[in-house]
């Protein structure tokens, strides 16, 4: 890495003069997020940032958090060293821009939590245990040439001063002393420009030390990132990180580099050509007269090359040069038709030139890459740079290329965020930023509808419906001839840089997640049961724009139905039906995406549109009617012997009381587990259960809690995860120990548990109090899963679950969406037990050859796995 600039920051003497921004609370927060109550803020001496020496300023120093904890966390709101918030790669063609927004500051931690987080042992004296504050990573492009854009985008949000979306004390430098980490050529050309309209300096950083970094980055963050482009096939490929190193990057900008990497900041620049993607564009615009470079790029793809490129069936009267294994179809020499008839350039159809032009650079940049690894006997290169743009026919020349002279032995992979690599690692550069730290496990990346710099209702409401999905427009027609053999780049479809844009999501950093300690192989876990092929795909979505009307006049409803209410929903109909039709058109736009991404896509979008939870009245109204019942059913259950009860039991929860255990289970494990409840272990209960809860009211109220109830009977200590954020019917986090108090009035072995679980304090004082004399019973807790979906990633669940399933040795997974869609095939270090109705026909048929409404009763017991 380029060394650190060592100037001291200047201690602003004027004090309190920053400049202050509200703390614009953004929608989409993602999951979990950070707690901690706001701490007062106090005026304060600022200290300018210095992007490369920060510096502890104590100024304004106030305890931040709970007074109950012993040593309470220190808010330093004038301290500067996580707010290193922008960059910039300023490129011949493209302005590159990460920054970095803080997530809003969530209410304050409430008893319940605490007691929970106290009882887990998660309670740490109040340090700051994560390596990075949570926020999110954001990704933009300006066209060089539109430089005041780039600028004002940048004075709009506030970028350079910390951003309107950080909480005010991040802000405050003197505009004077700014400094913006910048790499690219232009941080020198422009700098002057940056100083006069924005008041910042840039410093500069190494370009190749900020591609190298911004790769590494992601090569080991990003689950799937790399991917492989041949025949129009899309496959991500999961990088091993003990195994990365060495491999080539070849960044392909205006020009291309070509990086031999080793290490973490240990790499050598091995080469490089001046052919690259200025030359193509720089060529294409004066040949075609195109306007920009996505412009020349969608040329192309109705470009026949044939009629500019000499072939080698050209040369050899419609031969191919087999000695030599050169097809006829082989171009021959890249615009060699071009010097033998006497046309002029106006005699040539732009379509072919802009073909033809593509084909020469990015064979010629596969050609050398090839080479370079074949130097340094390197099996891998990574292509990065904006040349590339997500565009199908160029992955697939290159690919070709990389293949054709490897004979199949060196790969071509693509980055995702290919563009980004210098920006990001122009980012790193600043000391502090944690994202070092970071694990695949605490990004999430999201992809929201609304542009950077245009808010959603500007967006969605003005431009109306033409923020649809891109248009597909034709494959390419090569008529077959040019190239080694032709690529074939189905699929090849050129998007408006709008939608383009949505290769590419923002990042999430949630470093209260965690990797879920009882998976078996967190390796191997997939968390979707079945893959999407194409045809799976269009039935899901077709499932889920036929519930989207009805999603929208709940959605709408839960907000009383005003009309801004109402714009939201029909934006929201937008965006999400814009979501399904570019993943329709590529199902691997958004990374590797399975059913449970796309159900919790949904989520996410009502979300970025603002509705908090669409389903609120529907649950509040179910739990009622279902506490309702609970008494008659409690009273019930205990009349039964606990074999009956406990098949009872299982059945309440698998159908709320409209399952009839008569009718078919596809799976069927009861005995099993009923031997291990109430036979085999007699006298050895389980020590703790997980219940991953589903729906809200009877599913709930009527099957869960009873079932829990059984347990915490049996001496099992209960913790009940729910969702941390609404999605569909499901009960939150949030409304379940409201749920358990009202059911704990009816029943004294809820009440014990839910008090020693903390779930309930003075709010039982009054209730006739039939077991105080009863030994002080085993917990009932809640737990937050850290997600907000019908579906559960094991992979990125909250530090909470992780911590309550260090001492599990059972989990009851409920639902389809938790045990069906995601983990039927899951592997866990303790008994499992996954519940679930099938609630449609054809997943019933394809898993289990079953019916829509069986039921799933699978015990996996650990000495048997
Ligand atoms: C959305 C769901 C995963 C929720 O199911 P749950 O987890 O609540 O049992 C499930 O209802 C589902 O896949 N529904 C689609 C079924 C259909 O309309 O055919
Ligand atoms: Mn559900």
Known sequence: ???????????????????????????????????????????????????????????????????????????????????????????????????????????????????????????????????????????????????????????????????????????????????????????????????????????????????????????????????????????????????????????????????????????????????????????????????????????????????????????????????????????????????????????????????????????????????????????????????????????????????????????????????????????????????????????????????????WMEKFVQKGTQITAPVPVGFPVTTGMGGFERPTAKGDILRSDASAALNVGVLHLVPTLDVFPLLEDPKMYEPNTIDLDLNEYKYWFKILSDHLPDLVDKAVASEGGTDDAKRRGDAFAHAFSAHLARLMEEPAAYGKFGLANLLELREECLREFQFVDAYVSIKQRENEASLAVLPDLLMELDSMNEEARLLALIEGVLAANIFDWGSRACIDDFDMFKKRMLADKKGQPYKRALLFVDNSGADVVLGMIPLARELLRNGTEVVLVANSLPALNDVTANELPGIVAEAAKHCGILRKAAEAGGLIFDAMAGIQDDLKDEPVSVPLMVVENGCGSPCIDFRQVSSELAAAAKDADLLILEGMGRSLHTNLNARFKCDTLKLAMVKNQRLAEKLFNGNIYDCICKFEPVHLT
């Open 1 to 455: 890495m380029a060394a650190n600039n060592n100037s001291d920051p200047i201690l602003d003497e004027g004090g309190g003069g920053g400049v202050k921004h509200e703390a614009a609370g953004e929608a989409g927060e993602g999951k979990g997020g950070g707690g901690g109550a706001a701490a007062t803020q106090a005026p304060a001496a600022m200290l300018p940032r210095s992007g490369s020496r920060p510096q502890l300023d104590l100024s304004g120093a106030a305890i931040h958090g709970n007074l109950e904890d012993r040593n309470p966390t220190i808010l330093l709101p004038n301290q500067s060293d996580d707010i290193s918030h922008l960059a910039l790669d300023i490129g011949g063609s493209l302005i590159k821009l990460v920054y970095f927004s803080r997530h809003a500051e969530h209410s304050s931690e409430d008893k319940r939590k605490l007691s929970t987080k106290r009882r887990l042992g998660m309670l740490n004296g109040g340090r700051r245990s994560y390596p990075v504050l949570g926020g999110r990573l954001h990704f933009v492009k300006f066209e060089t040439g539109k430089l005041n854009e780039c600028l004002d985008f940048i004075s709009s949000k506030q970028l350079h001063r910390g951003g309107v979306d950080s909480p005010s004390w991040c802000s405050g430098a003197q505009p004077d002393n700014i400094v913006i980490k910048a790499t690219g050529g232009g941080a020198f050309k422009y700098a002057d420009l940056f100083k006069e309209r924005l008041g910042v300096s840039l410093e500069k950083e190494d370009e190749m030390d900020c591609l190298v970094a911004g790769a590494n980055f992601l090569l080991k963050s990003i689950r799937h990132e790399a991917f492989t482009h041949m025949d129009g096939q899309k496959e991500y490929v999961q990088i091993d990180q003990n195994d990365l190193f060495p491999f080539l990057l070849v960044n392909v900008g205006s020009g291309v580099s070509i990086i031999k990497v080793d290490g973490h900041g240990k790499f050598q620049r091995v080469s490089g050509t001046n052919v690259g993607g200025g030359t193509y564009w720089g060529l294409g615009r004066l040949m075609t007269k195109c306007k920009s470079f996505d412009e020349l790029l969608e040329l192309s793809q109705r470009g026949d090359n044939s009629t500019i490129d000499m072939l080698v069936g050209d040369i050899y009267g419609g031969l191919d040069y087999s000695k030599i294994g050169l097809s006829a179809s082989t171009i021959a020499s890249s615009f060699g038709k071009t010097i033998s008839d006497d046309k002029e350039l106006s005699d040539y159809r732009p379509e072919d030139i802009s073909l033809s032009l593509l084909r020469m650079i990015s064979y010629n940049i596969g050609q050398i890459s090839y080479l370079n690894a074949l130097r340094y006997g390197l099996k891998r290169i990574f292509f990065g740079g904006f040349f590339i743009r997500g565009h199908a026919y160029t992955m697939d020349t290159i690919s070709f290329a990389v293949n054709f002279w490897s004979k199949g032995e060196a790969k071509a992979m693509f980055l995702r965020h290919e563009g980004f690599l210098g920006a990001l690692g122009a980012f790193m550069s600043y000391e502090k930023h944690g994202l070092d730290d970071l694990r695949i496990h605490h990004l999430v990346e999201r992809f929201p509808m609304g542009a950077p710099y245009i808010s």
